[in-house]
């Protein structure tokens, strides 16, 4: 009786314990962690782009122009 009761009682554990270090669902808080990446990039663009007057909407040449200019920095 006692060793039927320690049996089921570490069967018990050890399936809790396999419970427990599962890795369901991590795919899904990895890809959660990219999108919010690649929003907070894209807030930071259009917050650089607003600082700009631009003329006409063009965004596009307002981008390549900051970015000429901070190579030219590095070199």
Same mark, same amino acid.
């Given at each position: 009786?006692?060793?039927?009761?320690?049996?089921?009682?570490?069967?018990?554990?050890?399936?809790?314990?396999?419970?427990?270090?599962?890795?369901?669902?991590?795919?899904?808080?990895?890809? +959660?962690?990219?999108?919010?990446? +690649?929003?907070?990039?894209?807030?930071? +663009?259009?917050?650089?782009?607003?600082?700009?007057?631009?003329?006409?909407?063009?965004?596009?040449?307002?981008? +390549?122009?900051?970015?000429?200019?901070?190579?030219?920095?590095?070199?």
């Amino acid at each position: 009786m006692t060793y039927r009761l320690m049996g089921r009682a570490h069967a018990w554990l050890t399936g809790l314990r396999e419970v427990l270090a599962a890795q369901r669902g991590q795919g899904t808080v990895e890809y +959660v962690a990219l999108i919010l990446l +690649v929003a907070v990039v894209l807030a930071g +663009v259009i917050a650089a782009t607003k600082k700009t007057q631009i003329g006409g909407g063009d965004i596009g040449k307002a981008i +390549v122009d900051r970015l000429r200019d901070a190579i030219d920095k590095v070199q």
